[in-house]
């Protein structure tokens, strides 16, 4: 019965975490948000001490029942782990292990450390919702907007707007690699021994373990009913039940029930048993290769990208020569926008300042995968890999959209509207007159200034004595907020003539 | 089923020959045309089907159906390398259907379908017997007027369509940049006395100009027939354009007519749809005019409007699909001229479609390629659709959400994101191009502010 309690749960919290993450039109976010804000980490860093002080007093009550219920990284290895047992012969494919205690307490004290300098990249890394949120953004979710689009074009043949088709985009090559090798690890870990990942990596796993030694309900081995047939052994994902000993690591248990729920003679119990603390001690390999495997590089190559941006300049003009007068003559070829390098990153409407953003931001995706205008994607710069930045290649940060600030669970990102959006300045931006067609193509434009959202694009005469001179964009900075219409609307390509860059402080007006 | 159609129809049309006098009988052929040279091919009878309306043109006595199929419309396709080409296939489908339901008269241009559409109306043509139909094509030398490459342009279209003549050849879009235009395009380079040479030389047998402009230009160019000699003029008529054109760069058809009439010229008609408008009016008046005549599509109303004048050669039709061309010569095939009181019925319906705020946009592309990637055609054709069907998103409505979504989604289906209006900077390359002018930055931008503003409207 607790089993089956267990895995109702599980299933949906791992449905709704993982659909909210593929979610690209807002609709489940709505439900779902507060999945995502009662994650340990992301909570820690939201400072949102209601949650830490309940997913410890769960700890403390009924054991790590977070790492089998709420985290989708620990449910989804279950599922994993559950087919693996599937196969002939390997249904008690488990052996009692001990704590490998410097590794898992090595990790966890070189991920407390990255998370007080700063480290975020290596935190994202570790952390089990970041590594989920990746998986399902940059593996799942393309697969997911694939098959959408596929419905979308049904749907259009059948003049229906039940669907609408999403662009499928590669956000970042670094964060894909790392998606795919951390899919892959936990995979092959979690095929072969269960919960290996999760009691000698997770952090969080091993935070709560400090508290899960103390729970108050746990499973107990009654000596006097077991008849020492080791089932619950074999068959324990986490390797912490020894029947030699009949001890049961409570550090590590997740409180799946299994061995509840296999125990022919009713011997094991979840009970109140508080203080009668036992560890297994016979040793046992354990793979550690996860640190190592994970350490992944960040993919772009800055030579490579300063080399397209340069031979993307000299297109430029070649591209935007008006053609020969022909008439019927189809379309212009449009260039791609080509992402800046910008001297400070763009960070969200709703965060605090740059540095507050990249020190609490999990790097979850969350927000990568609401957001609609395909502004935001995992930065490749190193000192922040993985955790999302803005650019405007695609879109802009529309006026009307706050969704990364609902979902952030972090804190990272706070709840704004979007009447407060307008008044908080993230960016500013700046003109670059020789790439501007006024003076390229000597027409007139002005599109920056007609879709600026805050009216801070002031349109001024070239030569002001002139009856009929062309006019060119100023940005007014009390009023730009860094939103990215002008830049995203520039007709220049593949490098706009008016781009912005982020402001160190979000500064609100 | 189908003999019950048919007699039908010969009844409406026994019972309006006697009744109408607008009707096609009323013709005179005064073969007095002094332009008709070159044994091989003069007064010459393209082939002829029973059912079909046909029109003697009074300069040579050439029997022109009164559908005509223009080559501007086809449906295009993506090749290999991604670029768009004529569907070939499709083309040779229509053409021969069109032969066999009498449409003889086939008109295009160097300029037609991103240069495609003479040569594809070639291949398709010239499996047939090069007499069994009538060619029309224009010089348009829009962008180079020097001699040489007007003369070249000249040249390849005898290559292109796969002939040695044009049955009716013209001066492409008369009055854009008014009379001096002309006179650069045309005179200055001494092409129009090659072209009145080679009129008399029996490789162009019919000599025309076909016309967008004010009425000073038209004037200025109708002047010029005791010159050169018009053979025939193309205008654009509707049943909208004949008293409700702009009045500033297009003249009322009417005014067109009348003028063309008097001097006993031949009138070749162009868009007669409006590039499709006409037959998709808005909700309102498509009630009425099915509510007139349930049988009749909405389309047929505008053909038969051109058809009814007597001076009208050919109306173009610019057929994309199988359907199209089905629907046409149902409408030609005993065709039934409309009585007064229709003319009536549908000058007051052009009047009411005044009231929609529509863009008068004909699909022509002239517009195009904007150099800037907007789908400028694509645009406006999709708010008119929306416009007439009644499903512009206003606020306050009670079908508000529900229109305002399906405006965005269906523009985000019909034009690629790159290609939409927030993307037009106002350059006003376009301007002088559209043949209706239209001031295509401020409807481009008219619109994109009412998308703006559905998109910010995010309850």
């Not at chain 2, 998103?393 to 979504?405: F, M, V």
Request: a positive charge.
């Amino acid at each position: 019965m607790l089993r089956k309690i267990r895995i109702v749960l599980a299933s949906i919290f791992f449905i709704a975490i993982t659909l909210m993450l593929l979610d690209f039109t807002g609709t489940l976010h709505r439900y779902f948000a507060w999945m995502a804000k009662i994650q340990f980490l992301p909570a820690v860093m939201a400072l949102n001490v209601g949650v830490i002080i309940l997913l410890v007093l769960l700890t403390l009550v009924l054991g790590r029942v977070y790492c089998s219920v709420i985290c989708p990284l620990g449910i989804y290895q279950d599922i994993v782990s559950h087919l693996s047992s599937k196969r002939k012969g390997k249904k008690m494919r488990f052996t009692p292990s001990p704590e490998l205690k410097w590794l898992r307490y090595g990790v966890w004290v070189l991920f407390i450390a990255c998370l007080i300098i700063g480290l975020q990249p290596i935190v994202a890394l570790l952390a089990p919702y970041s590594a989920w949120g990746r998986i399902v953004q940059s593996l799942f979710a393309p697969l997911y907007q694939w098959g959408n689009n596929l419905f979308a074009a049904i749907s259009a043949r059948a003049d229906s707007y039940a669907f609408y088709p999403k662009e499928v985009w590669l956000r970042s090559i670094g964060t894909l690699i790392v998606a795919a090798v951390t899919l892959i690890v936990i995979t092959v870990l979690a095929f072969k021994n269960g919960r290996t990942y999760c009691n000698t990596i997770c952090p969080v796993g091993t935070t709560l373990s400090f508290f899960s030694r103390f729970s108050l309900l746990r499973p107990v081995i009654n000596t006097e009913k077991c008849r020492d047939c080791h089932a619950c052994e074999k068959k324990c994902k986490a390797s912490a039940i020894n029947i030699k000993e009949h001890s049961v690591d409570y550090s590590r248990c997740v409180d799946c029930f299994n061995c509840i729920e296999d125990c022919k003679f009713g011997a094991m119990r979840y009970t109140f048993a508080y203080g009668k603390k036992k560890k297994g001690t016979v040793k046992a390999e354990a793979p550690a290769q996860v640190a190592k495997a994970t350490q992944d590089k960040d993919g772009s190559d800055p030579g490579r990208r300063a080399f397209l941006i340069g031979g993307a300049i000299a297109t430029t003009s070649l591209a935007l020569k008006a053609q020969d007068k022909k008439v019927d003559g189809g379309f212009a070829d449009i260039l791609p926008k080509v992402k800046p390098q910008r001297e400070t990153p763009i960070t969200p409407f709703g965060s605090k300042s740059v540095k507050d953003f990249y020190t609490r931001c999990t790097a979850c995706q969350l927000c990568v995968s609401a957001c609609p205008n395909n502004v935001l994607r995992p930065s490749t710069d190193l000192s922040r890999f993985m955790q999302p930045e803005m650019s405007y290649e695609k879109g802009y940060c529309r006026p009307e959209c706050v969704k990364c600030s609902e979902v952030c669970p972090a804190g990272a990102i706070r709840k704004i509207t979007a009447q407060e959006k307008t008044a908080h300045h993230v960016g500013l931006a700046k003109y670059y007159k020789d790439l501007c067609v006024v003076t390229t193509d000597k027409v007139d434009c002005g599109n920056c200034a007609r879709h600026c959202p805050t009216g801070a694009i002031i349109m001024v005469k070239i030569n002001p004595d002139a009856k009929n001179s062309l006019s060119i964009p100023a940005v007014d900075e009390s009023r730009c907020i860094g939103c990215g219409a002008c830049e995203n609307l520039c007709p220049a390509r593949p490098l706009s003539a008016i781009r912005v860059d982020g402001r160190q402080d979000h500064i609100i007006s | 089923m189908e003999n019950k159609d048919i007699s039908r129809r010969d009844f409406l049309r026994k019972a309006s020959e006697g009744a109408v006098a607008l009707g096609g009988a009323a013709l005179v052929g005064s073969c007095a045309s002094p332009s008709s040279p070159d044994g091989a091919s003069s007064t010459k009878s393209a082939s002829v089907n029973e059912g079909m309306e046909y029109r003697t043109n009074n300069h040579n006595g050439d029997k022109v159906s009164l559908l005509g199929y223009g080559c501007m419309r086809w449906q295009m396709k993506k090749d290999k390398d991604g670029k768009d080409i004529v569907d070939q296939d499709s083309v040779n489908e229509l053409v021969d259907r069109a032969l066999e339901g009498g449409v003889n008269y086939f008109d295009t241009s160097p300029a037609y379908l991103q240069g495609q559409s003479e040569k594809a109306a070639g291949i398709a043509l010239s499996r047939h017997p090069r007499k069994s139909y009538f060619l029309a094509t224009k010089l348009s030398n829009f962008s180079n007027f020097s001699e040489e490459a007007s003369l070249k342009m000249y040249r390849n279209s005898f290559v292109q369509m796969q002939t040695d003549y044009f049955d009716y050849y013209l001066l492409h879009a008369l009055g854009g940049g008014g009379y001096p235009q002309f006179v650069r395009r045309y005179e200055d380079n001494g092409l129009m006395d090659f072209l009145l040479k080679e009129r008399e030389a029996g490789r162009i047998r019919q000599l025309g100009f076909s016309f967008h402009g004010n009425q000073e230009s038209f004037d200025q160019f109708i002047a010029l027939h005791d010159k050169y000699h018009w053979d025939f003029v193309q205008i654009q008529m509707n049943y909208v354009d004949w008293r409700h054109a702009d009045g500033i760069r297009n003249v009322n058809a009417e005014y067109l007519y009348e003028e063309l009439d008097k001097r006993e010229i031949p009138i070749v008609v162009m868009e007669p749809l409006q590039g499709g408008r006409l037959s998709r009016v808005p909700e309102g008046i498509a009630a009425m005019m099915k509510g007139r005549d349930p049988e009749r599509s909405i389309a047929s109303w505008a053909f038969r409007f051109v058809g009814s004048y007597p001076r009208i050669l050919t109306a173009l039709s610019g057929m994309t699909y199988m359907e199209h061309l089905r629907e046409n010569l149902d409408t030609f095939t005993g065709f039934v001229p409309l009585s007064k009181d229709d003319l009536e019925f549908l000058e007051e319906m052009a009047t009411l479609m005044q009231e929609y705020p529509t863009v008068n946009c004909n699909d022509c592309k002239y517009c195009m390629p904007c150099p800037y990637g907007i789908d400028i055609p694509g645009i406006f054709r999709h708010y008119n659709d929306l416009v007439n069907e009644g499903k512009v998103a206003q606020k306050g409505t009670e079908k508000y959400r529900k229109l305002r979504r399906e405006y965005l989604l269906s523009y985000n289906r019909a034009i690629p994101t790159l290609r939409q209006a927030d993307h037009c900077i106002g350059c006003r390359h376009c301007v002088p191009e559209c043949p209706q002018s239209i001031d295509i930055p401020s409807e481009l931008h008219r619109i994109d502010s009412y998308v703006e503003s559905l998109r910010r409207d995010t309850k």
